[in-house]
């Protein structure tokens, strides 16, 4: 089994090659990709040193599988390449999401829509994943009629420099005259809350927050219910957390919304108030589960729920979701 991960020296390309690592995926050849000034470097893996090569050589080198994170335009211009060479790719960025002819796939929900035909998979953005991981098993037992979810995403979203950007800012904090990292945002994210993931598009809201419009409903097969949202980078690292008001079709009692939620695969429930247990990003991070808690009645409006979702942007939101259906092709003898 040749595998390629593209963007390998990036903070997702590490991680997937972590999470590989750790699931004994069936990896007999690892060819690790990245941009110009990384190729030659050597990237380890289970104990053995691998060399960086160009795009062009892992083309030439016809991998069976190759998982991407290395940029939306990176995407667009290789990918097809890759699947041209007999390779299937599993891509993490935005480059083909919302393309009519790609699959957009959470293994747990929608695995059943990838045949040995597609070559280019798309895996989902980091919040939709969280957020749909949870609204699938509710949809199933109750409807959906309409979502409203806010974000408060990590910097490790961001990527490598958005991390030092924070950890610059507080060093700063703590010594004034500490050199300053580069800065990524257009404000400071220590000791304050951007609300801006993405650059804006003409209709006011970010490309974040059209990602999470918009692909739940392509994973979730289901265009009937409405959905909106807010996303906001906070001064976090170690995940994803979501407020979500969810207004269902058909009325609940919050036992057997626990239960429902208790039931899906990759989804842990944490709703202990009495001992103070609730999701976070400080008990989420290097887990691969999606945590939900807080769960409860919306007393403004009838069949509503609100509840509090966490997940680690980097693994169930990146890496891992992209192992795990790398996982399931090798499990159905397509690669």
């Given at each position: 089994?040749?595998?390629?991960?593209?963007?390998?020296?990036?903070?997702?390309?590490?991680?997937m090659l972590k999470v590989l690592e750790e699931r004994n995926f069936?990896?007999?050849?690892?060819?690790?990709?990245?941009?110009?000034?990384?190729?030659?470097?050597?990237?380890?893996?289970?104990?053995?040193?691998?060399?960086?090569?160009?795009?062009?050589?892992?083309?030439?080198?016809?991998?069976?599988?190759?998982?991407?994170?290395?940029?939306?335009?990176?995407?667009?211009?290789?990918?097809?390449?890759?699947?041209?060479?007999?390779?299937?790719?599993?891509?993490?960025?935005?480059?083909?999401?919302?393309?009519?002819?790609?699959?957009?796939?959470?293994?747990?929900?929608?695995?059943?829509?990838?045949?040995?035909?597609?070559?280019?998979?798309?895996?989902?953005?980091?919040?939709?994943?969280?957020?749909?991981m949870v609204l699938e098993p509710l949809r199933k037992k109750y409807?959906?009629?309409?979502?409203?979810?806010?974000?408060?995403?990590?910097?490790?979203?961001?990527?490598?420099?958005?991390?030092?950007?924070?950890?610059?800012?507080?060093?700063?904090?703590?010594?004034?005259?500490?050199?300053?990292?580069?800065?990524?945002?257009?404000?400071?994210?220590?000791?304050?809350?951007?609300?801006?993931?993405?650059?804006?598009?003409?209709?006011?809201?970010?490309?974040?927050?059209?990602?999470?419009?918009?692909?739940?409903?392509?994973?979730?097969?289901?265009?009937?219910?409405?959905?909106?949202?807010?996303?906001?980078?906070?001064?976090?690292?170690?995940?994803?957390?979501?407020?979500?008001?969810?207004?269902?079709?058909?009325?609940?009692?919050?036992?057997?919304?626990?239960?429902?939620?208790?039931?899906?695969?990759?989804?842990?429930?944490?709703?202990?108030?009495?001992?103070?247990?609730?999701?976070?990003?400080?008990?989420?991070e290097g887990k691969d589960e999606v945590f939900v808690g807080r769960?409860?009645?919306?007393?403004?409006?009838?069949?509503?729920?609100?509840?509090?979702?966490?997940?680690?942007?980097?693994?169930?939101?990146?890496?891992?979701?992209?192992?795990?259906?790398?996982?399931?092709?090798?499990?159905?003898?397509?690669?």
């Amino acid at each position: 089994m040749k595998l390629a991960v593209v963007g390998a020296t990036g903070m997702v390309g590490q991680v997937m090659l972590k999470v590989l690592e750790e699931r004994n995926f069936p990896v007999s050849e690892l060819i690790p990709v990245a941009s110009e000034k990384s190729v030659g470097t050597k990237i380890s893996f289970k104990g053995n040193a691998y060399e960086v090569v160009s795009l062009e050589k892992a083309v030439e080198l016809k991998p069976k599988i190759a998982l991407f994170s290395a940029g939306g335009q990176t995407s667009l211009d290789w990918a097809p390449k890759f699947a041209e060479a007999g390779c299937t790719v599993v891509d993490n960025s935005s480059a083909w999401r919302m393309d009519a002819g790609k699959k957009l796939v959470v293994p747990e929900i929608n695995a059943d829509v990838l045949t040995k035909d597609d070559k280019i998979i798309a895996n989902p953005n980091c919040s939709t994943i969280q957020l749909v991981m949870v609204l699938e098993p509710l949809r199933k037992k109750y409807g959906l009629k309409r979502v409203i979810v806010s974000t408060y995403q990590s910097v490790t979203g961001t990527g490598k420099n958005a991390v030092n950007q924070l950890e610059s800012e507080i060093e700063n904090y703590i010594s004034p005259n500490s050199s300053a990292a580069e800065k990524v945002y257009p404000y400071p994210i220590f000791k304050n809350a951007l609300p801006q993931c993405d650059v804006f598009s003409d209709d006011f809201y970010t490309k974040e927050e059209l990602k999470l419009m918009r692909e739940p409903k392509k994973i979730l097969r289901d265009e009937g219910f409405g959905i909106s949202a807010t996303a906001v980078r906070v001064p976090v690292q170690g995940g994803h957390s979501e407020s979500v008001n969810i207004e269902l079709q058909k009325d609940f009692e919050l036992e057997e919304v626990r239960e429902v939620l208790s039931q899906m695969p990759g989804v842990k429930v944490l709703d202990d108030l009495e001992n103070l247990q609730y999701p976070m990003p400080l008990f989420a991070e290097g887990k691969d589960e999606v945590f939900v808690g807080r769960i409860r009645r919306d007393f403004s409006q009838p069949n509503t729920l609100n509840l509090w979702i966490v997940a680690d942007n980097l693994r169930k939101g990146a890496a891992t979701n992209t192992v795990q259906i790398a996982e399931y092709l090798v499990q159905q003898g397509w690669v």
